[in-house]
């Protein structure tokens, strides 16, 4: 996105790029490219080397939160493309040599530097052990979950997908966990039930929604932060 005009023009103005239909393309297909083509993230995230906008989500909750510190040992679900995985191994110092965050994604992806990537579906009943073991039997310090169910079109039947999978996450985090630990997890509007909530303030000191400036504004998701797992 560029800017243009100043004093003595019409003023400053933005200039968007416009997409055509094609043949082949769906008008939501030309929508979500227009719009990727207009975000200023999408540019972002490609000068500086992220994989994805994503990445910037990541650094705006932990600017605000402070989550990532030296040597933490991190699962992220659901990592790919791997954006997440980029900020958290630079913010922590993650390294090859001693790799201490560990992702976990269905989908194939190319390997981050100093993170372990597990090419899994979080949701099958041996992955939480697959992590377990891929963090050397640690405890972790935090937890982030990025995960989104595939969309049906169907309300009642993607609430529950998204419920179901944002429990899930919590579950294994409370597992894994290590007294004092982070939980991070994408929910959307009306996404966080109140059984799931009161747990987590059981289990948690503070329990908190963020949604960051990355987050597309027309978006209904935010992020569930919860500090200070009391084991």
């Keep these: 996105m560029s800017k243009s005009g100043g004093k003595g023009g019409s003023g400053a103005r933005q200039l968007k790029t416009r997409v055509k239909s094609a043949r082949g393309r769906s008008n939501s297909s030309t929508r979500w490219l227009q ?3 207009n975000d200023p993230y ?23 939160q402070n989550l990532l510190k030296p040597g933490m040992r991190i699962v992220d679900l659901g990592c790919a493309p791997g954006g997440w995985l980029q900020v958290a191994a630079k913010r922590t110092g993650s390294t090859p040599d001693d790799p ?26 041996d992955a939480p052990q697959m992590l377990i073991d891929a963090l050397g039997g640690h405890k972790a310090d935090l937890v982030l979950s ?31 966990l290590k007294p004092g630990g982070t939980f991070v997890a994408k929910v959307f509007q009306g996404g966080t039930e109140h ?16 949604k960051p400036p990355a987050s597309r504004k027309d978006s209904a998701e935010s992020y569930l932060i919860a500090k200070g797992f009391k084991g």
């Excluded at 059984?195 to 963020?210: D, M, V």
């Design 100 to 125: 201490h965050i560990v992702g976990i994604d269905y989908l194939e992806m190319e390997p981050v530097p100093g993170c372990i990537i597990l090419h899994k579906d979080f949701t099958e009943d």
């Design 195 to 210: 059984e799931l909530l009161a747990e987590l303030k059981r289990s948690f000191a503070t329990t908190a929604h963020i």
């Design 146 to 176: 990025d995960m989104a169910a595939p969309t049906t079109g169907h309300k009642a039947t993607d609430h529950l997908r998204i419920i179901a999978l944002v429990e899930l996450a919590a579950d294994f985090a409370i597992q894994i």
């Design 35 to 37: 719009r990727q083509l």
């Design 42 to 64: 999408v540019k972002r995230a490609h000068d500086e080397g992220w994989r994805s906008r994503a990445a910037f989500k990541l650094i705006e909750i932990d600017d605000k």
